[in-house]
């Protein structure tokens, strides 16, 4: 059984247009590219980044409008909190940079408790207004272009943003022999802080 033409319309612009806003550098993918090169609670991340992104773009596709309405302050203080929360994260990258000392060991994924990596998880997806621009008010506004489709619209971007974080999540394994030396971890942890205080002083000049 085949979708009617819009609803497979939908779902390929849902997909595409999810994909193309997921695949750019930023503070959630960098912390998954790096746990992916650890190999540390991989698929707890994977999992919490693919479902926070579920809800938001349910949230973007079917209720955007009534969350704004119902509490109007929510992204000035999304934006606040995420560009505190990015500048302390981007200093404690640096300083790893600075020091140095990082290597890949096969065990060194059970250095790393379970509990305060789906924390951090869940705060650079939460507290990320990034997250909520594509996915909530962008999503949001491409789905209206399919009233009669917006669940196919909704479940094509879920699709994408699935596939790009087990891709990228198991995918970093691949890079395990390049990160064996300390300086790729030095760069990589550079790279890292420049993303976060990138984004937060996007954020902070935004006011």
Not at 190 to 201: E, N
Request: glycine share 10%; charged share 10%; with cysteine.
């Amino acid at each position: 059984m085949t979708m009617p033409p819009d609803m497979t319309q939908a779902a390929l612009t849902g997909f595409f247009t999810g994909l193309s806003l997921i695949v750019a550098i930023g503070a959630q993918n960098a912390f998954v590219l790096r746990q992916g090169i650890r190999r540390a609670h991989v698929l707890p991340v994977v999992l919490i980044c693919a479902v926070s992104d579920a809800v938001l773009i349910a949230t973007g596709v079917f209720a955007s409008a009534r969350v704004s309405a119902a509490f109007p302050p929510i992204l000035p203080l999304m934006r606040w909190g995420g560009a505190a929360f990015l500048l302390v994260y981007g200093a404690k990258a640096a300083l790893s940079a600075w020091r140095g000392g990082g290597h890949l060991e096969a065990a060194q994924g059970q250095e790393q408790r379970l509990l305060p990596v789906m924390g951090l998880t869940l705060a650079l997806t939460w507290l990320n207004p990034h997250v909520y621009l594509d996915t909530v008010v962008l999503l949001g506004a491409v789905s209206a272009r399919f009233p009669e489709a917006q669940t196919e619209f909704a479940l094509g971007a879920m699709c994408a943003s699935t596939i790009f974080f087990f891709s990228l999540g198991f995918g970093a394994r691949f890079l395990g022999p390049l990160f064996a030396r300390e300086l790729s971890w030095r760069v990589l942890d550079a790279g890292i802080a420049v993303v976060m205080w990138s984004i937060a002083l996007s954020l902070l000049g935004a006011f």
